[in-house]
């Protein structure tokens, strides 16, 4: 009986061993293979979507995709085709080229879709949920009306996969135009002196609108610059005690793909970086009162932006002294061949004269033919299609800032 009794307690003992042994390991392999599932799907992370022209691309621009950046762990960017652009607002001022290296060159920017639809039709949708994998589209709170009067974005409102972030105050690529649409009238203007008109130097600093006898009206610089701003800008870190150090300046005025470009070639040339940029009176005297189009911070904030650039100094000398080169670690000056300034040699008070006497001056072959001089001109040699291009851009963006209310976040 003693025997029955233990043989029966054993096979009890070793089922319920057996139970639990397989409750155990099953509960092992969910837990591991859930754990498994939440990492490959915390590996691939929110996708997000911001599509745009992109057109004269600024430092209004660069914001809006850092705000969508921080929507999501990998940003998107589609960048919106020449044809698209003329059909649904004008002729564009950079081409889809330029405008794709402006996009790319952007620090939280991770993968560009060039030639992107203008608005968000049903099958461009589904190649992004699909192919792309995007869980959320982004957009401004700036409203993005079709020719027709509809929402280019009302088909991703719809679908529940649509997030709103904050637009930039002070900046738009229609006002960017405005204002070099303004100093071709107001160079009219220098030539008969009225003492009605300021200099547009002095607007461009106070931020002032100016109004022409014909009633129209152009916004100049609305920007208010803060340092949380230069903060969301910044990379926040500095050269290490090793690095290689390479320097190069200018106005740095209306960004373009040719700043661009020489950037990404200084920057492998060191380890670091560094990029100072002239305050407007210095790039008002070298190129004359009615530049800078963009003001000192306008031009910070568009450079800080740019992936290869570590650091800048805002208003930094004109000439390149040896206290700067000590003080910062310089080991090499840079300029490129292509430049509004490439004269430099012949003027009386050289600015890269210590550096050249030192034997840490370099002349690098600009990959791109394109100065901020080259930008203006565009836009004058068009000048009618975007006078036309602005009235309307106007009205819409008149609106914007008459209806706005407050949008947390940025």
Known sequence: MEKQMAAKLLTTCLIGSAILGGICYCYYYWNNNNGLLNRRKKKKGIRVYMDGCFDMMHYG????????RALGDHLFVGVVSDSEIIANKGPPVTPLHERLTMVSAVKWVDEVIPDAPYAITEEFMNKLFNEYKID???????????PDGTDAYALA???GRYKQIKRTEGVSSTDIVGRMLLCVRERSVTDNPNPKHSSLQRQFSHGHSHNFEDNTATRISHFLPTSRRIVQFSNGRGPGPDARIVYIDGAFDLFHAGHVEILRIARDLGDFLLVGIHTDQTVSAT?????????????????????????????????????????FNISLVVHGTIAENHDFEKEKSNPYAVPISMGVFKILDSPLDITTTTIIRRILSNHEAYQKRNEKKGASEKRYYEDKTHVTGD
Not at 61 to 68: D, G, I, K, S
């Open 136 to 146: 959320y589209i982004i957009h401004g709170d700036d409203p993005c009306v079709l």
């Open 61 to 68: 621009h660069c914001n809006a995709l850092r705000q969508a």
């Open 157 to 159: 409102k719809q679908a």
């Open 287 to 327: 190129r004359g009162a009615h530049r800078p189009i963009m003001n000192l911070h306008e031009r910070s904030l568009s450079v800080l932006a740019c992936r290869y650039v570590d650091e800048v100094i805002i208003g930094a000398p004109w000439e390149v002294s040896k206290d700067m080169l000590t003080t």
